[in-house]
């Protein structure tokens, strides 16, 4: 009886966490600006220019930035976008995305493939195309009876998106064209 009241008084001193953890998604760093952004114990450069902003039709509001982070102590230094996605509802939220300058051809290409796609990439009915950076930028593209329609939405747990015309795309490249511009400007 004791032994068991013992084991009972330890099994209720163990955290909960402990007994969650299998559970829990890391949140560890996927790019290389997010793993430069949580160094500690260094002086932490952020430099930045905003390229612009687009309105969504819903709404919501995106915005690319060109970033670069500078170890203060190492000289060391990573470069790429910041794309920001604030959503119009009064309670809606914001995310940011960073994405590394490697990852950036990439992310252009994909925005050109979307931009372009229509009813002819399926023999069905309906179509849904997803395109989604290490960092979490999605962009998604989905047919309907109102047409194709894009979102782009940022952040893991509780994501935040804007809706956009098909058409609206060729701005969307054209403000990731123009910071990948401005970083190869200062490399």
Do not use: C, W
């Not at 793993?35 to 450069?45: D, L, M, N, R, S």
């Not at 195309?129 to 952040?155: E, N």
């Amino acid at each position: 009886m004791i032994r068991a009241a013992v084991l009972l008084l330890v099994g209720l001193m163990i955290p909960v966490e402990s007994l969650a953890q299998s559970s829990v998604v890391s949140a560890s760093p996927r790019t290389k600006l997010e793993a430069f952004e949580a160094q500690t114990g260094a002086v932490i450069i952020r430099g930045f220019s905003e390229i612009g902003k687009l309105n969504g039709i819903n709404g919501g509001l995106v915005t690319v930035e060109a970033r670069e982070f500078t170890n203060a102590t190492t000289g060391r230094k990573e470069s790429g976008l910041a794309i920001t996605i604030r959503e119009s509802r009064q309670s809606g939220g914001e995310n940011t995305a960073l994405i590394d300058y490697e990852e950036m051809p990439s992310l252009i290409k994909g925005l050109d493939y979307i931009a372009g796609i229509n009813r002819s990439v399926t023999k069905l009915d309906d179509f849904h195309a997803v395109y989604q950076t290490k960092g979490d930028f999605v962009m998604s593209t989905s047919s309907s009876a109102k047409g194709i329609l894009v979102s782009l939405s940022s952040g893991e747990f509780e994501p935040t998106s804007a809706v956009f015309k098909l058409a609206d795309l060729a701005q969307i490249k054209d403000l990731m064209v123009n910071a990948r511009t401005k970083l190869d400007s200062i490399r």
